[in-house]
């Protein structure tokens, strides 16, 4: 199968007939047409995606649309890609549906990198899967690897055929190769699925240009800029320094184009359901190469509506699930992973609310513990981090879970509300953001980091910010300088962050480098095609022969770092309390210096403890919801005590405590 049209409408049901039964009462609810039989196993499975599918169809396209044909297209496609599905893989589909909750495993750890940067090719990572295994990996994010337009191409976000692959990375075969062999070595694959927009020279694009009524419907067109204009009232900017607006003129076709990103991106019309179909056909054609969980980009802005954001509406959720569900039917082995980088109050719906409740995506990305993070560490403060984390998010989902992470290969937005920055005395949202901007950038007076503004925002006045972990977390500072403390400040922080996205319930995410830390890489500013995106500052190629003489060097930041990461992963796949069905609770000590995490597990409840400022700290015993001591530090192993019953922090320490004994 390609990425052409799913199959066409033609109508592949029989009518039940009943015998004896009369003409039909058209008074009575049409009955449901039933299928022809398909293979039983698949015909159980789509009787329980349709219990989860209906609803949401109907919401979303009746009565415009015929949702009965919908469903009857949409069960023949996926019984067409079932019937196609590799042997391995259906019995990896039969293991993980009697397991769906594979994902939640205290084993699970992600890397996410990109193929030429890390490897080579497809055909070259193989050979990295043993440096990725003594980390402990299970999961491997490929960054974008589908086939993207020439030029610019949003770092791979602008696709012109999702079931082709970029070919200075290899062809499908080998995608489907590599993916073969990570599953061998119980490394599940990744890859990027870019739902909102294609490139504007994806093959639907061109026949829209070609005036094809059919693909036209694809897009969000506009004879003119009336709605546009209108829409953009409440439309904010997402790169307002290089590509302001939401809609670009296309003169080929005289008419207005969405495009949320860049000009060259082309927002989908999912109010029309043969997106939804022609995106089932392609999630399924990759899921029979070997894909295991899609990473579903840019997932808020799928659905707009006049007069709001056209970010987050309920609409999403809908569409989400009937993604999840429909993928279950024929693929039950596969998970999506929601890429919605909102605010706290729309994060949590990516992970299942109220009707959508353990339906939606399995995975979502924690934006707001990466920002939560550095704000802290920033500020040598953890109120809000706090307050928030404590606050906005429930302690646990039905079958669904965060990845955690600390940096990607985008840029830093200081996701801090009004509301979030109220609940702190004397904290001003905005000033809080602008000093956080500052103190990445470097130039807060005492920052010990290292980054640069993104896409400042004439209109707002925010900034975000680009950097490698190693280098926001102070390590490129403290190597210029030559001095051993402070170095040992940014090792220590790097592996506290770490630890604390390893003990926080979800799948904590490495991103390439950041396991031996790896500085800002300002040579993209001499490539034409990536100078104008200051993301690629922390996208740099792993440098392997440093990285051998790094952790030849016990010492070397690189080696501890390394070190520390993989005792850090080790640890938390020997502790089934940090699985994730077990809660995350935040727990508030009382003291700005510290963020606490209890993963309560019924028998051996782990306390994440973190000292986020460079000066030690002494911990009440007393206020430790796991009895007074001693206990055994999960993370760094030994025993820890409280004497006069008082706990002693280092600067910028973890420790994972559980009871002794
Ligand atoms: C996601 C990607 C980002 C890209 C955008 C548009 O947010 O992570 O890199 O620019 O989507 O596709």
């Not at 976000?157 to 062809?171: C, F, I, Q």
């Not at 007393?622 to 005590?641: K, M």
């Amino acid at each position: 199968m390609s990425d052409r049209d799913p199959s066409p409408p033609a109508q592949k049901f029989v009518r039940a007939a009943r015998e004896g039964a009369g003409p039909a009462d058209p008074s009575l609810p049409r009955p449901r047409p039933r299928p022809r039989a398909a293979h039983p196993l698949f015909e159980l499975r789509w009787r329980r995606a349709l219990r989860e599918i209906e609803g949401p169809l109907h919401r979303l396209y009746a009565p415009a649309h015929d949702v009965d044909a919908l469903l009857g297209r949409m069960r023949d496609l996926l019984y067409a890609h079932w019937r196609a599905r590799p042997q391995d893989l259906r019995a990896l589909d039969l293991e993980r549906d009697v397991d769906p909750e594979w994902f939640l495993s205290e084993r699970m750890a992600g890397y996410v990198c990109y193929v030429d940067r890390f490897a080579g090719t497809f055909r070259d990572l193989p050979d990295r899967i043993p440096y990725l295994r003594t980390l402990g990996i299970t999961y491997l994010h490929l960054m974008p690897c589908l086939l993207p337009r020439p030029g610019d191409s949003d770092g791979g976000y602008a696709v012109m055929d999702y079931t082709e692959t970029d070919p200075r990375l290899g062809s499908i075969d080998d995608l489907e190769a590599a993916a073969r062999t990570l599953r061998a070595n119980g490394i599940s694959l990744c890859i990027d699925l870019v739902l909102n927009h294609t490139a504007r020279e994806h093959r639907w694009a061109e026949a829209a240009r070609a005036d094809d009524p059919h693909y036209r419907a694809f897009y969000r067109l506009f004879e003119d800029d009336t709605l546009p204009r209108r829409y953009a009232e409440t439309l904010p900017d997402i790169f307002p320094a290089q590509a302001p607006g939401s809609f670009t003129w296309e003169p080929t076709m005289g008419r207005w184009v969405w495009t949320t990103f860049n000009t060259f991106q082309w927002d989908l019309n999912w109010e029309n359901p043969e997106v939804l179909l022609a995106f089932l056909d392609i999630i399924m054609t990759l899921a029979n190469r070997g894909v295991e969980v899609f990473r579903l980009d840019a997932v808020a802005f799928l659905w707009k509506r006049l007069g709001t954001t056209c970010q987050n509406l309920p609409e999403v959720h809908d569409l989400l699930q009937i993604l999840v569900q429909a993928t279950r039917a024929a693929a039950p082995a596969v998970i999506h992973k929601a890429e919605a980088i909102v605010g706290p109050r729309d994060l949590v719906a990516y992970l299942g609310q109220g009707r959508h409740e353990g339906r939606v995506c399995q995975l979502a990305y924690h934006n707001s513990l990466m920002v939560q993070a550095w704000s802290s560490l920033a500020a040598r403060d953890t109120r809000l981090m706090t307050h928030v984390l404590g606050r906005h998010f429930p302690e646990g989902f039905r079958r669904a879970t965060w990845v955690t992470y600390l940096r990607c290969h985008d840029d830093i937005g200081w996701a801090i509300t009004d509301e979030d920055a109220a609940g702190i005395p004397d904290l001003s949202a905005p000033a809080h953001r602008a000093f956080l901007a500052d103190f990445y950038n470097g130039s807060f007076p005492g920052s010990f980091a290292r980054g640069e503004d993104f896409q400042p925002d004439p209109v707002t006045g925010d900034r975000r910010t680009n950097g490698t972990l190693a280098s926001l977390a102070g390590l490129e500072v403290a190597l210029e300088s030559g001095e051993t403390g402070r170095i040992d400040d940014a090792v220590a922080r790097i592996l506290m962050l770490h630890a604390l996205i390893a003990v926080h319930g979800g799948i904590p995410l490495v991103f390439m480098g950041d396991e031996i830390g790896l500085l800002n890489d300002p040579s993209f500013r001499s490539d034409p095609h990536l100078a104008a995106d200051g993301r690629w500052l922390h996208r740099p190629r792993m440098d392997w022969v440093a990285l051998e003489e790094g952790l030849s060097q016990p010492d070397s930041p690189a080696a501890r770092i390394a070190a520390g990461l993989r005792t850090i992963l080790a640890a938390r796949a020997a502790c089934p309390s940090l699985a994730g069905h077990v809660p995350t609770r935040v727990v508030d000590l009382g003291d700005r210096a510290l963020f606490s995490v209890l993963r309560p597990h019924e028998a051996v409840p782990v306390l994440g403890l973190f000292n986020f400022t460079e000066h030690p700290a002494l911990v009440p015993a007393g206020r430790l919801p796991i009895g007074t001591g001693p206990w055994h530090d999960r993370l760094w192993g030994g025993t820890v005590e409280a004497p006069e019953g008082r706990l002693d922090l280092p600067p910028y320490a973890a420790r994972w405590l559980a009871p002794a004994g």
